[in-house]
């Protein structure tokens, strides 16, 4: 079974720069979630669908960052225009109903 | 709301003994809880789970953890550590509820030493 696909691995950018992460989720997984995990710390929700409705995006910085999941299957986490402590990891997660999520390698951002 | 602490921002044991990372959380209802590691430059993997039934629960790399509902702790322990166990530690809690996210704790750092 193939696992949760995350793309780029790694990105640079300069603040005030517009950058896009993208995810694949486990087929089959209705939920999906985006993680932002700063150095240090555990990972924090950004957003979460159930296919392709937002389920809780209260910790979405909205000002900055927006998602969507077309389709119920892939989704782009957006971030314009970025800032210096959007540096992080930024991780895609997918599950069934109550069961575990399943993590994507997670893509690297720093902004500089 | 939910929240998880993890009382130790990093563990030492020595290879071969057992060792224990420590979890306590708060929901509301019934929760599922969840431990996962997390090795360097890469994503979170999936240890152990419990979600309701037997209160110790027994997962992946011989690892196990025991649900106390009056302690609200679902501390993760091995019987005998080994220098590959080396690495960050999250306990993650749901709610019982369906579509509640997981919420992580900050993490526990597990040197193995040989």
């Known amino acids: 079974e193939a696992g949760v696909a995350q793309s780029p691995r790694y990105k640079i950018i300069e603040k005030r720069q517009s950058v896009a992460f993208w995810c694949n989720p486990i087929s089959g997984h209705a939920t999906l979630y985006w993680y932002q995990q700063i150095l240090g710390q555990g990972p924090k929700l950004l957003i979460q669908?159930?296919?392709?409705?937002?389920?809780?995006d209260s910790q979405l910085p909205k000002d900055r960052f927006s998602a969507e999941r077309l389709k119920g299957v892939d989704s782009t986490l957006k971030i314009q225009p970025a800032k210096l402590e959007d540096s992080a990891v930024y991780l895609c997660a997918s599950s069934l109903e109550e069961a575990e999520a399943f993590f994507g390698q997670g893509t690297r951002l720093t902004v500089v | 709301a939910q929240s998880v602490a993890q009382p130790e921002d990093q563990v030492n044991v020595a290879e071969g003994n057992p060792l224990t990372v420590k979890c306590t959380y708060s929901v509301s209802g019934n929760p599922y809880l969840f431990w996962y590691v997390q090795y360097p430059n890469r994503g979170l993997q999936f240890l152990l789970k419990y979600i309701t039934g037997d209160n110790l629960v027994k997962g992946s790399y011989g690892f196990e953890a025991e649900f106390n509902k009056s302690q609200t702790s679902f501390h993760l322990k091995k019987p005998s550590a080994l220098v590959s166990d080396s690495a960050l530690y999250f306990c993650a809690v749901r709610a019982y509820n369906y579509g509640q996210n997981f919420v992580f704790g900050p993490g526990t750092r597990l040197s193995v030493l040989p």
């Open positions: 669908f159930q296919n392709n409705g937002v389920v809780d």
